[in-house]
Each structure stands twice: as structure tokens, then as C-alpha cells.
């Protein structure tokens, strides 16, 4: 048994290491999203032409239980949801296939991507940012060229997100007037762009004893390049792109910024693979940001950490565990003070950490990992364990008094009472094995507690007729007795006999009253059934998941439809300087992009516990900032990704009219209600628009289609990629 004891204890540990520590056990929800970048195309353009080619063909996809998707300008993103216990990577392949069948998708639209991800990769555990005496464009070209693939080694990280800046790009300005005077169409341009634009194999040559590779290189490695491209050579002469165009090496439209405390940065937002331990990603990425840190100090750059989920992480695990040992201590304490023996609650109490070290070495096994709700099953499971090491010890012991030795009184007390204790057991495990088998959301995030309580208790059966046993045949007496401590001081004379023997009385004398009489009986059910309401009073609020502490407020915004991004920053602007100047602030960030504008700051030590209080505070004091549908600062959820409290309301139809009608209606009435804190609305109404409808009878008279037409106004005004400049392993639109 001693053996077995410290094998357990020794894998124990070094299970507890190897498992990863995260916030919260991994939730794979059966959900695939495809994703399809379709640049400047309105969102007519990209539900006509992307959304519903792919829709139909996927909506064969087995095991297919929701589909939903949302076309807005540039993207289409279409979520498919599919039955719990659906393969994600089965049912990957097969979205594949039917994607393989889909028509062809306009040119100038990305492959879609198809993704399936876990809880661990929604969002990022940890953020960093960039400063320097630098433009953000040069920023963000070394954070992609020297700060991203550093990033991206650190074992654990499975994505990188960037944003401030804008990405390089070679810019061909046309000439209309040169190109008409010359009669080039945009179409030639684009043409002579990729025909000039390519390294071309040509075989091999042998030559004496040695073999030549052959190779037509053309590949642009400059500007220049590019501006001395022959668009036409004739009679009437060479036509260089020069002559009709400006060549720029440049940047892409602005199309997000970052500041952080109000100065401009580049940030990033690193995500870690699933199952990876997040302390350890963290503490890989602090190391990796020391080392730059020393490098990039002679440029006057650094950068600086913004967000650290592993803080909040280890706050969260020291509280369990303190908790744990606190429990453990007032255990023992209670057994203490009832079994009057410290033998016996030494033998009782060695039951604990075997039973936590045995279900540490079964939760590795099982791939789990460290989290709040495991060790918060371990600290339920912390009084559970002692039960059946109670019972066998206490029954021990009275053969003890009946005048046994101690190995025989071990043997007979463990024998006697081994099929109570393992019904016992049995009846635990009944209540918490079920939650294994359930495949939903609250299944995958409540199993980790189910198992670290059931294999506790299971271990504390098996320690309870061994260990426990052992050790008594070995250690066990028959406690103290009056006539040896006579001699004590008095306040251990009354808490090893006299407190004992009150609190005997006390329960000896309840029994037999709550065992008398029938008007007794009667009273004491009318005070149990009185008790149970005032403790239905007295519930507090039903919620699936608590709030938590975490010391991080998020601010979102939503602009209304239409406001171009210069306006958008502009106003912004205002809401991050008041945030900025508050006294509560420790760190601030501010982002401006496409996709989404959001404030995120942390508070100072001395506001951690009170950051609701800040939370309130924000919101009152930016209400008034115009130009914005909606406003919202909000404590990031331990759990949720939700504003906090919320339900979501579909309205289906097959007029979009209606739909948006009623959608308005609706969103007024729930405004109205009491304790409504924020109506959001999916349903966004069009930006505002130039149409060009052409006169068709002209074109034709003229030569020209409706594509041709299209394709000069998309260069014009939006721009259109021709080819790829590929420059030191990178690749840049032209």
C-alpha cells in the first residue's frame, strides 16, 4: 500500500504538470464558418454572386442542422451548424467537396476558406503592441517582416492578427487621356501586366560534363520594373506603361488604426492552437517580446504587453486552490474536533491529497486540462472524499473498544463496512457520470467537474479500505479518555471532552424530541416546510455562467450605416480621449477598422474588485458622443462573449422589407421594457449609393458591354489587383 501510495503521488505531480491551465475547459461546438473575401463588392454583389452559388450547393451537406449566412461589403461568411456529435473533420471534407461544385466565382474573389474552430481560437490570449519614432506603415512593415514569424515559432501559437497600418502595394495611377490618345483599354494594361509579370522554366542544356537549368526570368523585383513594362509595340512605335500610368510603391488604403494611450501602434492579437496550455503560450510570447524588445531598442522601438489572459488565469487557479487547502485545513479541523484523536484524523486526512494526485493522473489521461471548473470539482469533491475514510475509521475504531488488536480490529472494521461505503460511492457517481454523456455545450463545460468529483470519490473508496486500514492496524489507538488528561490544561480538557460531550447531548436530546410526540413531529415539518420558502425567497439570481472579475473592459460602437472611416475615427476619437483622461486607467487601446471599432482598457490595481463601478462610469460619460447607433462599455465576461445577459430574436420572412418593418417595430417595444440595457439589430440597411445604369443601345453603338463598362468604373474608383510583385518571400499587389 505504501508503495502504491507514493507511485500515485510521484505521476501525480508530474500529471498535474504536464496537463495544460487555461480559463476554462475547450468547447467544440459543432460549427463550421466559410469565409470569402470579395473586396469593394456592395453586399447585393456578394449574396448574388458568392452567398447563394455556395448556399446551394452546401445545404447538401449531411448532418446539417442551421445554416445562416451574412453578406456585407467585400464578405460573405455563411455559419453551418451541424448535429452534436457530428465529426468536424468529416464534415469538413464533405463541405469541401460540394465547394468543388460550386460555378465559377468572379475573379477577383479569394478562394473561400473553411474553418472550424474550437472555444481555445475564437479569441486572442494575449495582445501587444508596437512604438516607435515610425510612421504606423512602417511599423506594421516590420511587425510583418521581423515581429510575425517570430510570433508564429512560439510553440502553442496557432494564429497572429494584425492590425494599424496599411500593407504595401505597387499602385499603376492610369492615364485616361494617354490611353485614349494611344487607344489602350484598361483591359490591355491588365494584360501586358501578367504577360510581363513571370519566370518561365525552359529545360535543360548538357554542355561538356555539365547539365544547365534553363530559366526566363521576368519577375518585377521594382518599380521601375514595372514602369518600363511594353504594353504595345507597332508601327506607330513602342508604348512603355510609363507613358500612360504613374508607378508607386505605396500602401493599400487605410483600412484600420491602433493607439494605445492615445498614440498611434501596430497591435497584435495571438491566438493559441486548442488544448495548448495557455500559461505556457504566454510565457513564451513574454520571452520572445524580452528578446525583440533588447533587439529593437536601437531603433527606439518596443513593444509593450496590453493583455494577458494568464494574469486573470492564475488569479483565478490561486483562488481555487487556496480554497482548496482552506477546505482541507477545516476538514480536518471538524474531524478533529468529533473523532478527539489526532491519529485518527492524520490516518482520515491522508486520504486527501492520495485521492487529488490519483485524479490528476486519470484527468491527463483523459486529455483534460486545468482549469476553474476542474479544481472547482476538486474543491467540492474535498469534503466528499473524507466520507467513506470516516466510516471505515469510526467502525474500526469500535472494535478497537470491543478489545481487538489493532491489525484485527483494522480487518474486521474495513470488512464490515466495505459494501456500505461502495454503495455509497455508487450513488455519488449516479448523479455526476450522466453529465460525461451529454454532447451539448453545457455537457463539454461541466464534464471536467463531473469527472474530477466522480474519480476524487471513486479514489477516496479505494484509499478508504486500504490506506485507511494500513494505517490504523499500525497507528491507531483508542483515542483519549478523561483520566489522561486530567492533568491537561483546561481549554484542551474542553475541547477534547467537554465540548464533545455537549455536542453529543445536543444531537442525543433533538433526536429523541424530533422522535416523540406527534404534535412535536408536526411542528418540526412545519418548520422544515417554512425554512424551504424563506430560502426560496432568498435565492439569488439564476444565471448559466457568473460574470467574473476580470480586470478588462471592452468598449464597442457601432457607427451609423454610411459614415466613411475617416468620420468614424474622428468620433471615435473623442470617446478614447475621455476614457483616456479617467483616473482609473491603467492601459487603454483603441481600435479602428472595417470589421469592428473597440476601446479596451484596464484599470489600476486599487479599481480590480470594483470594475463594474468603471464600467458605469464610461457609460455615462460617452452617451452623449453622436454619430453612433450605439455605445456600449461592458466588463469581458469570464464565459460569455455576449454583452452579459442576453437573449437573440429571429425573424424569418421572404420579404426583406418586412422583414426590416417588423425588426424596427419589435427593437421599439423591447427598448421600452424595464431592465432592457441594449437592443442590437443584425438587420443593417444599405450604405448610400452612385447607380450606374447604362444606356445599352449607346454601348453597343460604341462597342462596349456592360463588363467593360463595369471594369473601367471598378478601376477607377475602387482599383483592381492585376498581377503579384513578390519581393523577399513576400507577396504585394500590383
Known amino acids: 500500500v505504501t508503495v502504491a501510495v507514493l507511485l500515485v503521488m510521484l505521476f501525480g505531480v508530474i500529471s498535474a504538470q504536464k496537463m495544460p491551465i487555461q480559463m476554462k475547459p475547450t468547447i467544440d461546438k459543432p460549427v463550421i464558418t466559410i469565409r470569402t473575401v470579395y473586396t469593394a463588392a456592395a453586399p447585393q454583389e456578394v449574396e448574388e454572386q458568392i452567398t447563394r452559388p455556395i448556399e446551394e450547393k452546401v445545404q447538401a451537406v449531411e448532418n446539417l442542422k442551421k445554416m445562416t449566412s451574412k453578406s456585407t461589403e467585400g464578405r460573405s461568411t455563411i455559419t453551418m451548424e451541424f448535429d452534436w456529435g457530428t465529426d468536424k473533420n468529416v464534415a469538413s471534407i464533405d463541405i469541401l467537396k460540394k465547394l468543388n461544385l460550386v460555378g465559377e466565382l468572379p475573379e477577383e474573389a479569394e478562394t473561400p476558406i473553411i474553418k472550424a474552430i474550437t472555444s481555445d481560437e475564437e479569441r486572442p490570449v494575449y495582445w501587444a503592441t508596437l512604438h516607435g519614432p515610425m510612421t504606423t506603415n512602417q511599423l506594421r512593415q516590420i511587425a510583418e517582416d521581423y515581429i510575425k514569424p517570430r510570433f508564429e515559432r512560439i510553440q502553442?501559437?496557432?494564429?497572429?492578427?494584425?492590425?494599424?497600418?496599411?500593407?504595401?502595394?505597387?499602385?499603376?495611377?492610369?492615364?485616361?487621356?494617354?490611353?485614349?490618345?494611344?487607344?489602350?483599354?484598361?483591359?490591355?494594361?491588365?494584360?501586358?501586366?501578367?504577360?510581363?509579370?513571370?519566370?518561365?522554366?525552359?529545360?535543360?542544356?548538357?554542355?561538356g560534363k555539365r547539365r544547365y537549368q534553363v530559366r526566363t526570368v521576368g519577375l518585377f523585383k521594382s518599380a521601375d520594373d514595372v514602369s518600363s513594362v511594353i504594353v504595345r509595340a507597332d508601327e506607330d512605335g513602342v508604348v512603355y506603361l510609363r507613358d500612360v500610368a504613374g508607378v508607386f510603391d505605396t500602401y493599400k488604403e487605410?483600412?484600420?488604426?491602433?493607439?494605445?494611450?492615445?498614440?498611434?501602434?501596430?497591435?497584435?492579437g495571438i491566438i493559441k492552437k486548442s488544448g495548448e496550455n495557455t500559461i505556457k503560450v504566454t510565457t513564451g510570447v513574454e520571452r520572445a517580446i524580452e528578446v525583440m524588445n533588447h533587439e529593437l531598442a536601437p531603433k527606439g522601438l518596443s513593444i509593450h504587453e496590453a493583455y494577458d489572459e494568464s494574469d486573470y488565469i492564475w488569479d483565478s487557479i490561486h483562488f481555487v486552490i487556496s480554497n482548496i487547502r482552506l477546505?482541507?485545513?477545516?476538514?480536518?479541523?471538524?474531524?478533529?474536533?468529533?473523532?478527539?484523536?489526532?491519529?485518527?484524523?492524520?490516518?482520515?486526512?491522508?486520504?486527501?491529497?492520495?485521492?487529488?494526485?490519483?485524479?490528476?493522473?486519470?484527468?491527463?489521461?483523459?486529455?483534460?486540462?486545468?482549469?476553474?471548473?476542474?479544481?472547482?470539482?476538486?474543491?467540492?469533491?474535498?469534503?466528499?472524499?473524507?466520507?467513506?475514510?470516516?466510516?471505515?475509521?469510526?467502525?474500526?475504531?469500535?472494535?478497537?473498544?470491543?478489545?481487538?488488536?489493532?491489525?484485527?480490529?483494522?480487518?474486521?472494521?474495513?470488512?464490515?463496512?466495505w459494501g456500505a461505503i461502495f454503495a455509497s460511492t455508487l450513488t455519488t457517481l449516479a448523479v455526476f457520470l450522466p453529465i460525461i454523456f451529454v454532447e451539448e455545450e453545457a455537457g463539454q463545460m461541466f464534464k471536467d467537474i463531473a469527472l474530477a468529483i466522480s474519480f476524487a470519490v471513486g479514489f477516496s473508496m479505494i484509499a478508504a479500505v486500504t490506506l485507511v486500514p494500513m494505517l490504523s492496524a499500525r497507528w491507531l489507538t483508542k483515542g483519549v479518555t478523561e483520566k489522561k488528561i486530567k492533568n491537561r490544561p483546561m481549554l484542551y480538557r474542553f475541547a477534547m471532552i467537554d465540548a464533545g460531550k455537549r455536542v453529543h447531548a445536543f444531537f442525543l436530546g433533538t433526536t429523541r424530541w424530533l422522535t416523540g410526540a406527534t404534535k412535536r413531529n408536526l411542528m418540526a415539518s412545519a418548520a422544515i416546510i417554512t425554512a424551504f420558502f424563506i430560502v426560496l425567497q432568498l435565492l439569488p439570481e439564476m444565471e448559466y455562467m457568473p460574470l467574473g472579475n476580470r480586470n478588462f473592459i471592452l468598449m464597442i460602437m457601432k457607427p451609423i450605416t454610411g459614415t466613411n472611416n475617416e468620420k468614424v475615427q474622428e468620433m471615435s476619437?473623442?470617446?478614447?480621449?475621455?476614457?483616456?483622461?479617467?483616473?482609473?486607467?491603467?492601459?487603454?487601446?483603441?481600435?479602428?477598422?472595417?470589421?469592428?471599432?473597440?476601446?479596451?482598457?484596464?484599470?489600476?490595481?486599487?479599481?480590480?474588485?470594483?470594475?463594474?463601478?468603471?464600467?458605469?462610469?464610461?457609460?455615462?460619460?460617452?452617451?452623449?458622443?453622436?454619430?453612433f447607433q450605439f455605445i456600449r462599455a461592458f466588463q469581458r465576461a469570464l464565459f460569455q462573449r455576449s454583452l452579459g445577459k442576453g437573449f437573440e430574436l429571429e425573424i424569418r420572412g421572404l420579404e426583406i422589407a418586412e422583414v426590416e418593418r417588423l425588426g424596427k417595430e419589435i427593437k421599439s417595444k423591447l427598448e421600452n421594457i424595464k431592465g432592457v440595457r441594449l437592443v442590437r439589430s443584425s438587420f443593417e440597411s444599405g450604405n448610400p449609393e452612385y447607380r450606374i445604369t447604362l444606356n445599352r443601345e449607346r454601348a453597343a453603338a460604341m462597342g462596349l458591354s456592360v463588363e467593360d463598362c463595369a471594369d473601367a468604373i471598378e478601376t477607377l474608383v475602387a482599383g483592381k489587383k492585376a498581377t503579384l510583385f513578390k519581393i523577399g518571400g513576400k507577396e504585394y499587389d500590383i
Open 327 to 417: 477546505g482541507a485545513v477545516f476538514a480536518v479541523a471538524v474531524l478533529l474536533f468529533f473523532l478527539r484523536s489526532i491519529r485518527s484524523t492524520l490516518i482520515v486526512g491522508a486520504t486527501i491529497p492520495v485521492s487529488v494526485f490519483a485524479t490528476f493522473i486519470m484527468l491527463n489521461a483523459m486529455g483534460r486540462s486545468i482549469n476553474i471548473i476542474s479544481l472547482a470539482g476538486l474543491a467540492f469533491a474535498v469534503g466528499m472524499i473524507l466520507d467513506n475514510a470516516i466510516v471505515v475509521t469510526e467502525n474500526i475504531y469500535r472494535h478497537l473498544e470491543m478489545g481487538k488488536a489493532k491489525f484485527q480490529a483494522a480487518y474486521d472494521g474495513a470488512l464490515e463496512v
Open 156 to 207: 502553442g501559437v496557432g494564429d497572429l492578427r494584425i492590425y494599424g497600418g496599411q500593407e504595401r502595394e505597387i499602385r499603376v495611377v492610369l492615364d485616361y487621356k494617354a490611353l485614349a490618345a494611344r487607344r489602350l483599354s484598361i483591359a490591355d494594361i491588365r494584360r501586358a501586366l501578367e504577360r510581363e509579370n513571370k519566370n518561365v522554366r525552359g529545360g535543360h542544356i548538357d554542355e
Open 254 to 268: 487605410k483600412d484600420s488604426m491602433v493607439k494605445r494611450d492615445g498614440k498611434p501602434a501596430v497591435a497584435f
Open 573 to 627: 476619437d473623442i470617446i478614447a480621449e475621455r476614457v483616456n483622461s479617467m483616473e482609473e486607467k491603467k492601459m487603454m487601446f483603441h481600435v479602428v477598422s472595417s470589421r469592428f471599432i473597440a476601446i479596451g482598457m484596464r484599470v489600476k490595481d486599487e479599481w480590480k474588485l470594483r470594475v463594474g463601478e468603471v464600467v458605469k462610469k464610461i457609460n455615462s460619460m460617452t452617451g452623449d458622443v453622436p454619430g
